[in-house]
């Protein structure tokens, strides 16, 4: 998902604001940015590529204002692409997030129609489509609503977009699918893709659901229903969090800082997510059928569930990619619970799953870290992971919480919670040993060592698996060194054809019924020329360089998720990549 920020109001600062809004949104990753203001007879505006950074902006005063931060989809990485983009006449500004599937068709009319087309995007056919409607479209106080809301019905496609008309000095919004919500304040209104956004001006907020249309002016703000054309009540919300300052303290990045606030986010979680975790145990023992979904991470928190509740709680649960639900959903129904894991709570395939679900019966319990954001408003129970703001694209801290949570439910489900929570606190001081001194001087010197490797391979089984595959990714994503992830069982089945004198093999190693195993598969590279290297509590004689993390039964999956963050950290950094915004890459995956 990508960032967007509009104001109108009282106010003649609408550039600034809208500045200041999209580098709240910088952390969601973006490779392009732009700004539009209402100012004399056409829209002025500026479009950047890169990122915002210490950027000032140019533009004159106004009171309306409209600005957007892009991952490119349809069209290059270049400022004709970037977000707003015009109308013909530059009387509107548009922003965009998501992707129009019908925009070949749409194109081909518009060029027809006349309108002269600068840029490669689909979201500029928006704002030309909604200029041609506007003509045909009967003047008066809702005019843009309107046109806005019939362009709206020609797209196919998960889309929210904003457009500015600065001749009516109005903001109009619709979206279905990626999340919009609106700011109240007595200098004027706001429209933002993430609450966060609007934390520096007001905590009087409201959602914007699927289906609706917003219509904002400087005194008012309406919402309608796009299917019947109906204006429908507004449903305020007190938004919660405090602003995050854009501080990283003491750390040169937010992932190191977000690293490094793991051991004291996990100390803290038993006592504050107890109740949370005894209600979710119960939940799941009354229901026949448990499905734990996710993406990324949060789905490889969800295949380490599968195996931590078959251990420690004797409970069967499966699990599946948000993206790949619909091979399971014949066997979802009333007495099904959808436990569903998203750090942002806006992934749109986990969002699309849940809903099916839904359809079929089942309850859905949500583990999130924001409140109010659409998975939690669809969840019937809600887990707040409660790490605060995520600003770094990888997934550090945020994993960790899940892990840890469905650690503490599974236990909890076998009457050992508080053994439990006794493990979680020694997982934290564990993870405390990784971030300084000797340990993380290793990790440091193995870092330097794969830096110039163009490929590396991990190996697990049973929960280590899940970990192997999330190794792999926070190694890839940040460092962008191939790696895979793979299950140690696999290797004589085709995957021992990519080992080659001198390639890097990690070996995840816990003191559990797997580690002969693993150890045998780890033996089997280093016999091909692998440089092994062991996610262990002991050293053994098939590890070239090992990286010692404590036997904690079966809280060890926690520990063993944090060598691959610093890992990748450190490779980034070496390489010459910014840990915080991996390329390509944004925080909440809003487009399918």
């Known amino acids: 998902m990508c960032g967007i920020f509009g104001y109108v109001g009282a106010r003649s600062d609408a550039a600034q604001l809208v500045l200041r809004g999209l580098s ?6 973006y490779d392009s940015w732009g700004i539009a203001v209402g100012a004399g007879e056409r829209v002025a505006f500026e479009r950047h590529v890169g990122k915002i950074g210490a950027a000032s902006c140019t533009l004159p005063d106004s009171g309306l204002g409209l600005g957007h931060t892009r991952w490119a989809t349809n069209g290059g990485v270049t400022e004709e692409n970037a977000h707003p983009q015009l109308d013909c006449g530059a009387h509107l500004a548009l922003v965009h997030n998501g992707i129009v599937a019908n925009d070949a068709q749409l194109r081909v009319a518009l ?10 995007t689909d979201t500029e056919l928006i704002a030309h489509l909604i200029e041609d ?3 045909q479209t009967e003047p008066g106080p809702e005019r843009l609503l309107r046109a806005t809301i019939a362009a709206f019905g020609k797209l196919r496609g998960l889309n929210a977009i904003v457009v500015m008309d600065q ?3 109005e903001l109009v919004a619709a979206k279905s699918g990626s999340p919009l919500v609106l700011g109240f304040h007595a200098t004027g209104h706001f429209v933002a893709s993430d ?5 520096d001006h007001t905590r009087e907020a409201a959602i914007v659901e699927d289906g609706q249309a917003v219509l904002l002016t400087r005194e008012r703000a309406r919402v309608f229903d796009m299917a019947r054309g109906q204006e429908l009540p507004l449903r305020p919300v007190t938004l919660d969090g405090e602003p995050e300052p854009a501080s990283r303290g003491d750390h040169p990045d937010y992932m190191s800082k ?9 100390r803290g979680l038993s006592e504050r997510a107890r109740g949370q975790v005894l209600e979710l145990a119960r939940w799941i023992e009354q229901s026949r059928d448990v499905l734990m979904i996710g993406c990324g991470s949060a789905m490889h928190a969800a295949l380490a569930a599968q195996h931590l509740f078959a251990r420690v709680a004797g409970k069967r649960v499966h699990w599946a990619a948000g993206s790949e639900v619909e091979c399971v959903l014949p066997f979802v129904s009333s007495q099904t619970l959808v436990v569903a894991l998203s750090q942002s709570g806006e992934t749109m395939d986990v969002l699309e799953a849940v809903r099916k679900a839904r359809a079929r019966g089942a309850r859905i319990a949500a583990l999130t870290n924001v409140s109010g954001s659409s998975l939690w408003r669809l969840a019937d129970l809600q887990l707040p992971l409660g790490v605060g703001p995520e600003r770094c694209v990888l997934a550090t801290k945020s994993l960790t919480a899940k892990l840890a949570l469905l650690f503490l439910t599974a236990s909890a489900l076998n009457q050992q919670l508080e053994a439990a929570e006794a493990a979680l606190g020694r997982a934290a001081e564990d993870i405390e040993g990784m971030l300084r001194g000797e340990r993380r001087a290793g990790l440091q010197a193995i870092a330097r060592m794969l830096a110039s490797k163009d490929h590396l391979y991990v190996l697990g089984r049973g929960a280590s698996y899940a970990i192997a595959l999330e190794t792999a990714l926070k190694i890839k ?4 060194i191939h790696a895979e992830g793979f299950a140690s069982g696999e290797l004589k089945h085709g995957v021992i054809a990519l080992i080659e004198p001198g390639t890097p093999c990690i070996a995840i190693a816990p003191k559990d019924a797997t580690e002969e195993d693993v150890l045998a598969g780890a033996q089997q590279v280093k016999a091909r020329g692998a440089v092994v290297i062991g996610i262990a509590p002991e050293h053994h004689a098939a590890f070239d360089y090992h990286i010692p993390v404590a036997d904690l039964a079966e809280a060890t999956l926690i520990a063993n998720a944090v060598p691959a963050q610093i890992l990748g950290y450190e490779l980034a950094r070496l390489r010459g990549h910014d840990p915080d915004m991996p390329r390509n890459l944004a925080k909440s995956v809003t487009v399918k």
């Open 24 to 29: 709240q949104l910088e952390y969601r990753g």
């Open 477 to 480: 994503e940040v460092s962008y």
């Open 111 to 120: 060029v027809r129609a006349g309108h002269k087309l600068r840029s490669q």
């Open 258 to 266: 977000e690293t490094h606030e793991q051991p004291e986010l996990l």
């Open 167 to 169: 001749r009516t000095r």
């Open 133 to 135: 409607l506007l003509e």
């Open 195 to 199: 609450q966060a956004a609007l934390l």
